[in-house]
T-cell receptor, first 111, second 115 residues
Framework: QQQVKQSPQSLIVQKGGISIINCAYE??????FPWYQQFPGKGPALLIA?????SEKKEGRFTISFNKSAKQFSLHIMDSQPGDSATYFC??????????FGTGTSLTVIP | GAGVSQSPSNKVTEKGKDVELRCDPI?????LYWYRQSLGQGLEFLIY????????KSGLPSDRFSAERTGGSVSTLTIQRTQQEDSAVYLC?????????????FGPGTRLTVL
């Protein structure tokens, strides 16, 4: 049973464009929603995270939009660059510290 | 400073053999996590340690999987009688405390191939 559903599975964006990755969850007990970026051969690294009492969080070119009523959240990458090409995972965390990850989105930014 | 390290980086084994995977967390991090990453399946939570105790073992897929942590530092994940479906990348992460809002720092993973 997939606790967090992520889409799309893969995404190709032109340099300078906006990359959008979406996630949805069911369990309202989740209390923290991080996004991770993973380059080939490396472990995931925290990119940005949001709490459910906030509707948007922005850090540089990366923005999380959170819709609590719809139980959805998304990652927006503005002015996408070839160096952003990586796999992105959303996650949702229970207060008991159990993480549930989405299945990942492979992003390719074309120069 | 040193990040999370894992060894070996790659392990090829025959079906039915036992394997041990090692994780060295960041010094001072009390929480340690094991995940399994399979192609197209994302990251699957396996087990979480707070200090030497494991409050949550619910993610271990079968009784062939076990993990221990000694001295609040190094952890080993053991898979007994390996099966081909155990082939995956096994990732370890650590964080300062077992608080869901603390950033987890991941190691590079161990790629396990069961022939």
């Amino acid at each position: 049973q997939q606790q967090v559903k992520q889409s799309p599975q893969s995404l190709i964006v032109q340099k300078g464009g906006i990359s959008i990755i979406n996630c949805a969850y069911e369990n309202t007990a989740f209390d923290y929603f991080p996004w991770y970026q993973q380059f080939p051969g490396k472990g995931p690294a925290l990119l940005i995270a949001i709490r459910p009492d906030v509707s948007e969080k922005k850090e540089g070119r990366f923005t999380i939009s959170f819709n609590k009523s719809a139980k959805q959240f998304s990652l927006h990458i503005m002015d996408s660059q070839p160096g952003d090409s990586a796999t992105y995972f959303c996650a949702a965390i229970y207060p008991g510290n159990q993480f549930y990850f989405g299945t990942g989105t492979s992003l390719t930014v074309i120069p | 400073g040193a990040g999370v390290s894992q060894s070996p980086s790659n392990k090829v084994t025959e079906k039915g053999k036992d394997v041990e995977l090692r994780c060295d967390p960041i010094s001072g991090h009390t929480a340690l996590y094991w995940y399994r990453q399979s192609l197209g399946q994302g990251l699957e939570f396996l087990i979480y340690f707070q200090g030497n105790s494991a409050p949550d073992k619910s993610g271990l897929p079968s009784d062939r999987f076990s993990a221990e942590r000694t001295g609040g530092s190094v952890s080993t994940l053991t898979i007994q009688r390996t099966q081909q479906e155990d082939s995956a990348v096994y990732l370890c992460a650590s964080s300062l405390e077992g608080n869901s809002h603390n950033e987890q720092f991941f190691g590079p993973g161990t790629r396990l191939t069961v022939l």
